[in-house]
C-alpha cells in the first residue's frame, strides 16, 4: 500500500514532490482570478510559448547528461 507522506529518513522532502509541485502550480493557475491575478491573452500565449522552449530545452540538456553512450547510424 502507498502512503502519502512517509517518516522514512531515505524519502525525499515533500517540496521535492513534482506531483505536489504541480498541483501547486495547477491551483495557483485556476485560482489566480479569484487572487486579482489576471494574464491577458497575448500575456498567456507568452508564457506557454517560453514554458514550452525552456521545456524543450531542459528535456535536451537532461538527455544528454544523462546518455549511456554517443548516438550511432
Known sequence: ???LLSLDAADKP???SKTLI???VAALAHFAPDLGLEIDPQGAEYVVQQ???GIG???AAWGRLSAKGA???
Open 1 to 3: 500500500m502507498t502512503t
Open 14 to 16: 515533500w517540496w521535492q
Open 22 to 24: 504541480g498541483i501547486a
Open 51 to 53: 514554458g514550452v522552449a
Open 57 to 59: 530545452a531542459l528535456l
Open 71 to 73: 548516438l550511432t547510424r
